[in-house]
């Protein structure tokens, strides 16, 4: 019986060695998250899980406000670079990137969803409604405005707007827009709708902030964006965090340094890409 146990013993020692052989050198290295224990982060290479064409987002050419902000992450943390694993926001996006342990972050992430740990939030953007200058709707900046009344509006379905626009008495004014919309195949849902109020198939645009600030720039620089912040009732607002994974504690708390530590040149990347920004008390940030 001993000599069966020891033989148990020394098969189960082989299996562990296999496992940790089979392993990544970064895996052992010093700094690599909870003193190399427990977490499989790159100490040398950012790593970013990212939807390759979501702009203003992300973009497999660098483009995105995101991209920059791993750009910002890694100078910060002394990554040597960044690395992307890509695979389309939809359903599946956490369980195949970063569940999957294929990249170590997730640049931004609403706060709040149990798919992953949240850092502290490094912005906090909202809901807007967008309209042309001059065309009956100067100084609109609620819902509940009855100039809206007859007026065609273009809202993306299932989203918070929807429930507000509803108790306003709205809906049959409503032009629906998809939620889910593969950009790889298809033009940006915002694009479309900005493109759409440009020609005057929509009256007004109601749709989630940073999408609007860029594609009205890129649509029509003199369209009005106005952030949602006066509404009486629903959540208009969104804090967005970097997502990790739950065991990567360490990790977090690097993160979360790195955000406090240069919130200004975060703030300067957003407002370059044109992101409505909020602070702690629901003013804009314009600077």
Known sequence: MQAGRLRGRR??????????????SWCFAQGAGLGAAGELVDPDVLRVCADPSNMPFSDENGKGFENKLADLVAAKT?????????????????????????????????????????????????????????????????????????????????TPPAVNIANAGLMRNVHPYPLMVDTRLAPSMAEVMLKDLKSGNIDVAV????????????????????????????????????????????????????????QSEINKILLGYHVPLLDGAGKQITE
């Open 78 to 158: 002394g990554r040597k670079s960044v690395a992307y694993t890509w695979y389309p926001m939809a359903t599946g996006f956490v369980r195949n990137t970063l569940r999957a342990n294929r990249c170590d972050v997730i640049i931004g992430y609403a706060a709040g969803d149990e798919l992953v740990q949240n850092t502290n939030a490094y912005y906090t953007s909202t809901y807007v409604i967008a309209y042309k200058k001059d065309a009956g709707l100067d100084g609109l900046d609620t819902l509940e405005d009855k100039r809206l009344k007859g007026r065609r509006i273009g809202l993306v379905a299932g």
């Open 207 to 262: 749709l989630w902030g940073p999408m609007a600030g860029f594609y009205a720039q890129e649509v029509d620089p003199d369209l009005v964006v106005v952030p949602l912040v006066k509404e009486k009732a629903g959540h208009m607002s969104y804090r967005i965090t970097m997502g990790v994974r739950p065991s990567d504690q360490e990790w977090k708390r690097t993160l979360n340094k790195v955000i406090k530590e240069n």
């Open 11 to 24: 098969w189960a020692a082989a299996c562990l060695v296999a496992v940790i052989a089979a392993l990544p």
